[in-house]
């Protein structure tokens, strides 16, 4: 059974930085692309950041692009969020999820893992 985790999440203010992970268990990590993605109250879950399987390649939304940064350690089974600058409109609940294709990345319905979430608050 493939379980991730997500960790990493709190309240910080405006322009502070956070890091989210997400821990993975029951499969190898490198053999999946891991995407994040949040979902903020009342608006749909949105795309915000891929990274392939060996970390060559990232892909980010316009919304997050210069802010955050995606990164793997696949020794440790462990993907990261690195969030900087936050804005209050980065408050959302954040999800990792487990992509066995790398074109499929920013379609929710193409997941083949989520984690639970981690909720990230930012106040103005």
């Known amino acids: 059974q493939v379980q991730l985790v997500e960790s990493g999440g709190g309240l910080v203010q405006a322009g502070g930085s956070l890091r989210l992970s997400c821990a993975a268990s029951?499969?190898?990590?490198?053999?999946?692309?891991v995407n994040w993605f949040r979902q903020a109250p009342g608006k749909e879950r949105e795309f915000v950041a891929a990274?392939?399987?060996?970390?060559?390649?990232?892909y980010y939304a316009d919304s997050v692009k210069g802010r955050f940064t995606i990164s793997r350690d696949n020794a440790k089974n462990t993907v990261y969020l690195q969030m900087n600058s936050l804005k209050p409109e980065d408050t959302a609940v954040y999800y990792c999820?487990?992509?066995?294709?790398?074109?499929?990345?920013?379609?929710?319905?193409?997941?083949?893992?989520w984690g639970k979430g981690t909720l990230v608050t930012v106040s103005s």
């Open positions: 990274i392939s399987r060996t970390g060559a390649n990232t």
């Open positions: 029951g499969c190898t990590v490198y053999t999946y692309t």
């Open positions: 999820a487990a992509d066995s294709s790398w074109s499929t990345i920013t379609q929710s319905h193409a997941m083949d893992y």
